[in-house]
């Protein structure tokens, strides 16, 4: 009977605590930091994940350009040590001193290239619409100078290269190939055009013994 006497004074002496208004506001503001805290922290390790991938991607694209460089120039190297002629000995073939090594080979749209047999020489004849004597829309009197001097000076260098592609043993080894049929280009009028070539969107699309 004191036991239970005893029990019941502890229950009565020892009621169950209740939280106030305050209390309860308090504890939820405390919960709500820690849920941004937490929100924040996975914020802070996302964006330091799309950094890193970003660098690791910036950083793998710097090596590539410099990998680029480095073959354009080694090939540039391979290209200006070559004598494009016939003739060299084994493990010396771009050293001959024959016959040119040199062909001309007549495009689709009329446009010419010279290839070596020896090394990657791959020069195209330079685009016409480049030589237009005139003024473009858009362009001042000095760039169209420009233009055309350098269309000149490409010219130059192009009959020259022709010029040594001549240097053969037969009238047939001389003549040009002709890679296929010639296509006609017009517009909706009926106007004939000169179309750019695939390559000449590429750095070497005209001459591949310079380094972008």
Known sequence: MADETEATETKVSKPAHKMTLAE????????????????????????EGTKAAKEV???????RQAQLRTDLRERVEVINTCTHKQG????????????????????PDGRSLVMCANC????????PRLGYQGQYRGESKAQANK???????????????VTASENQL????????HCG????????????????APCDSYAQGTDNRNVA
């Open 147 to 161: 233009r055309l001097a350098k269309y000149a000076e490409d010219v130059k260098k192009f009959e020259e290269l």
């Open 88 to 107: 060299g000995s084994p493990g010396r073939e771009r050293k001959g001193s024959g016959p040119s090594a040199l062909r001309v080979v007549i495009l």
């Open 170 to 177: 037969t009238p047939e080894a001389a003549a040009p190939m």
């Open 120 to 127: 990657p020489l791959r020069v195209f004849s330079p685009f």
């Open 24 to 47: 309860v506001e308090a504890e939820i503001k405390q919960l709500e930091l820690e849920d941004m805290k937490l929100r924040l922290e996975e914020t802070r390790d996302r964006v």
């Open 181 to 196: 049929k010639q296509f006609a280009f017009q517009d909706g009028m009926g106007n004939n055009l000169s179309m750019p």
């Open 57 to 63: 991607r910036s950083r793998q694209n710097r090596q």
